[in-house]
């Protein structure tokens, strides 16, 4: 079960993620599904190598979603305000036991090398 989508507000959710004392927390924020798809190229793209970095990891990410395309453009989008300021999609954001937001952003995110170092 090292994915799971979150039926929580964004509050919960950045809640969450700074609530692990001891490991980094994970959230994946992919575009919303129309049409039995995500409608972002880049986050199809990115969920195989997400689904199997966590799969393959240990790890545990929360995924949510970022609203359809007119959602996601709005600058009200609560995922574009602070903690999360996500600024494209998809991105994965790791907070570290420390406290520290990490972004991985767009075709980082399945770039292999480039996720299992952000990962590990």
Same mark, same amino acid.
């Given at each position: 079960?090292?994915?799971?989508?979150?039926?929580?507000?964004?509050?919960?959710?950045?809640?969450?993620?700074?609530?692990?004392?001891?490991?980094?927390?994970?959230?994946?924020?992919?575009?919303?599904?129309?049409?039995?798809?995500?409608?972002?190229?880049?986050?199809?793209?990115?969920?195989?190598?997400?689904?199997?970095?966590?799969?393959?990891?240990?790890?545990?990410?929360?995924?949510?979603?970022?609203?359809?395309?007119?959602?996601? !453009?709005?600058?009200?989008?609560?995922?574009?305000?602070?903690?999360?300021?996500?600024?494209?999609?998809?991105?994965?954001?790791?907070?570290?036991?420390?406290?520290?937001?990490? !972004?991985?952003?767009?075709?980082?995110?399945?770039?292999?090398?480039?996720?299992?170092?952000?990962?590990?």
């Amino acid at each position: 079960m090292p994915l799971r989508t979150s039926p929580h507000s964004p509050e919960d959710v950045a809640k969450s993620l700074n609530s692990s004392p001891t490991k980094p927390a994970y959230l994946v924020v992919y575009a919303s599904v129309t049409d039995g798809r995500m409608w972002c190229g880049d986050c199809r793209d990115a969920e195989s190598f997400v689904n199997a970095k966590f799969g393959d990891s240990g790890e545990t990410a929360t995924v949510v979603y970022a609203g359809s395309k007119p959602e996601w !453009r709005s600058a009200d989008n609560i995922w574009k305000k602070e903690p999360f300021l996500v600024t494209a999609l998809p991105t994965i954001i790791k907070v570290t036991a420390d406290g520290k937001w990490e !972004r991985l952003v767009e075709a980082d995110v399945y770039d292999q090398k480039k996720l299992d170092v952000f990962v590990e």
